[in-house]
């Protein structure tokens, strides 16, 4: 009788040891769970800051040469505009 009784002791220590276990496995995963989220959130947000930061230096770029175009046919206008009075 005494070693069914400290079997079943050993079972419930046993079980109870799985069990915390088992909750500090599922508090582990939900950690990183919530660091992969936040990290992702992160790397994400600097996704779209530098698809920003690229289309603004498109912009730019667009523009400037834009500007070149509109300066060089002011030129050629002005050239002509010169040789026609010359």
């Known amino acids: 009788?005494?070693?069914?009784?400290?079997?079943a002791n050993t079972a419930y220590e046993d079980r109870d040891k799985a069990t915390e276990q088992a909750e500090g496995l599922k508090q582990q995963a939900k950690r990183e769970t919530l660091d992969?989220?936040?990290?992702l959130k992160d790397?994400?947000?600097?996704?779209?800051?530098?698809?920003?930061?690229?289309?603004?230096?498109q912009m730019v770029k667009n523009q400037?040469?834009?500007?070149?175009?509109a300066g060089e046919k002011e030129a050629e206008e002005f050239k002509r505009k010169l040789n026609r009075y010359s």
């Open 64 to 69: 400037e040469l834009n500007d070149q175009k």
């Open 43 to 57: 790397l994400s947000q600097m996704m779209v800051k530098s698809h920003k930061a690229l289309e603004y230096a």
């Open 1 to 7: 009788m005494a070693s069914i009784i400290e079997s």
């Open 36 to 39: 992969f989220e936040r990290e």
